[in-house]
């Protein structure tokens, strides 16, 4: 076996595969751990469901997807924002209005307008991300590599305000921190995760990739730097097993790399009751 | 001119006054303790202070020196989520943040200045715990030492000594004391009335409407003060 993967890693597709899956699931962990803490779980589920409208408007149009996707979506994400920390309006009931609405609208578009036969296997490829990441070219994983990299450098240069504004917004803005344009941020920072992460696990599972490695962490681990640090571990080891054992098994790699989330999560769980009661 | 100035300022939430027609001015140097009873709008007027809520009508002014960011504040209440996991000095540190200016990281002296308040506040052994596992008194503890990381200029403390024992809560009013001989203006809410009298300048008593403001030695003698500290008993 260990024989046949050695053979797998010659082809390109696998290198890119896997490179480009490490770094999506580093910065969907890096992230992760805010949105969670902050309650915004629900904002990367519904923003997930705006780049999947967003990708199936390119679709129709005939463009490149990411270059339409990501700016619908980084708009998405400063408006669901917005709403979330206006008290007047309910916030979950207006995300979830979104959230089905672009889901609703980018079926009813590639179903009227697509000129592909198989409409509800493009459907499910965007939806479940059955194949798209072993099909990614050289420049979608260069995009990949300058994007994340932006990520990565955005989350390193403003961590520490970043932990401020996750942890008390109220004391953080009322000595001076600019919390408008952190969230600002962290919500754009989100829309080019979640845009990145259509390839790897397809819309409706990204929020998996957000959630789980930050929730396994937490289960264990009690301070934010080593929380932040141990979610982004466990979300690559967990994103490159998915992927090689989705390459050796033919299975998707999407749901493959979730489901070595989850027992991450249910083995930190565990982990996390048994160091209580010692 | 004075560091704040408040012209005839109303507050309130949703349009409906609290407090009316306040007036008065913090300057430099100042200790100014604002007592009266629960409901009275003294943690809506700290808010107001720090610029988290608008004035319903009037006008606050602070003198061209005062940033922001040079603001230590303690909120009342501070609604952490369960499970966050955050350990003692990353929250001391989160305090110093406003000094950082658009530098991304924490300096020598800021590190150095947190484990300093730590020790003050006799948390220093705390340092790498949870803060969610504290008990509250020690969760006070660090949320102050997060206070005087934050400040500069002015200190906004409201109800420092909630939930502090006998001995913290007299070494807090003498490190408060401390930091005010040191320039610092402070602005707190107490309803320690011996205290308040005792480290005090200026008082400000506030009841839907201001009923005093002015020096302690002025208010000592006012019937406000005699029925607030004596339970509301008439003589
Ligand atoms: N978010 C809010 N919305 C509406 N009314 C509020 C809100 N917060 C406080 N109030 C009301 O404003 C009044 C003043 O509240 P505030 O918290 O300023 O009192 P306080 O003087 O700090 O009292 P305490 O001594 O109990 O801390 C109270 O009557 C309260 O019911
Ligand atoms: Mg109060």
Excluded: W
């Excluded at chain 2, 603001?71 to 305090?95: M, R």
């Excluded at chain 2, 590190?111 to 020690?138: D, F, H, P, T």
């Amino acid at each position: 076996m260990i024989e046949q993967l050695f053979n797998y890693f010659s082809y390109p597709f696998v290198k890119y595969a896997l490179t480009a899956g490490v770094l999506i699931a580093l910065c969907a962990a890096l992230l992760g751990v805010s949105l969670v803490l902050k309650r915004y779980s629900m904002i990367g589920d519904g923003l997930s469901h705006v780049a999947f409208g967003a990708i199936a408007v390119a679709t129709v149009c005939g463009a490149a997807p990411m270059t339409v996707a990501l700016p619908i979506t980084v708009v998405a994400a400063v408006i669901l924002l917005g709403i979330n920390s206006n008290k007047k309006i309910k916030g979950d009931a207006a995300i979830a209005m979104i959230s089905v609405g672009a889901l609703a609208l980018g079926y009813l578009l590639l179903n009227i307008f697509s000129a592909s036969s198989n409409v509800s296997g493009d459907v499910c490829t965007t939806l479940f991300g059955s194949t798209s990441i072993l099909t990614l070219s050289k420049t979608d994983v260069i995009l990949c590599l300058a994007l994340t990299a932006v990520v990565i450098l955005v989350f390193v240069l403003f961590y520490h305000k970043i932990f401020a504004v996750t942890f008390d917004e109220t004391f953080a803005s009322a000595t001076g921190t600019n919390t408008k344009a952190i969230n600002t941020m962290i919500a754009i920072v989100t829309a080019v995760v979640i845009v990145l992460a259509m390839n790897l696990v397809g819309a409706l599972l990204i929020s998996a990739l957000i959630i789980f490695p930050a929730l396994s962490a937490m289960r264990i681990f009690k301070s934010f730097l080593s929380v932040i640090i141990s979610s982004a571990v466990i979300s690559v080891i967990c994103a490159v097993t998915g992927i090689l054992i989705a390459i050796l098994y033919g299975t998707p790699v999407g749901s493959t790399i979730v489901a070595a989330d989850i027992a991450a999560f249910l083995i930190c769980t565990l982990f996390g009751k048994i160091s209580k009661r010692s | 001119m004075a560091l704040i100035n408040v012209n005839d300022v109303s507050l309130g939430y949703e349009g409906k006054p609290i407090v009316k027609n306040l007036n008065f001015s913090v300057n430099k140097g100042d200790y100014l303790c604002i007592v009266g009873e629960n409901g009275s709008g003294k943690s809506t007027l700290m808010k107001t202070l720090l610029g988290q809520k608008n004035v319903l009508s009037g006008k606050i002014e602070y003198s061209e020196g005062l940033k922001q960011t040079e603001i230590g504040y303690l909120p009342q209440q501070t609604e952490v989520q369960k499970d966050f996991p955050a350990s003692v000095k990353e929250i001391v540190l989160s305090g110093c943040l406003n000094g950082c200016g658009i530098r991304p990281f924490y300096s020598k002296s800021q590190k150095a200045a947190a484990s300093e308040n730590m020790k003050k506040l006799g948390i220093a052994e705390l340092s790498a715990r949870c803060y969610r596992e504290l008990s509250g008194g020690q969760q006070q503890r660090v949320l102050l030492a997060r206070a005087l990381c934050a400040t500069k200029k002015l200190i906004l403390l409201d109800e420092p000594a909630a939930g502090l024992d006998p001995v913290v809560t007299q070494n807090l009013y003498k490190i408060i004391k401390e930091i005010n001989d040191d320039g610092i203006t402070v602005i707190m809410v107490s309803h320690d009335m011996e205290a308040a009298m005792k480290y005090a300048s200026h008082i400000l008593h506030i009841c839907h409407k201001p009923l005093f403001f002015g020096k302690k030695e002025d208010y000592a003698v006012t019937d406000v003060c005699c029925q607030f500290t004596d339970g509301g008993e008439e003589k």
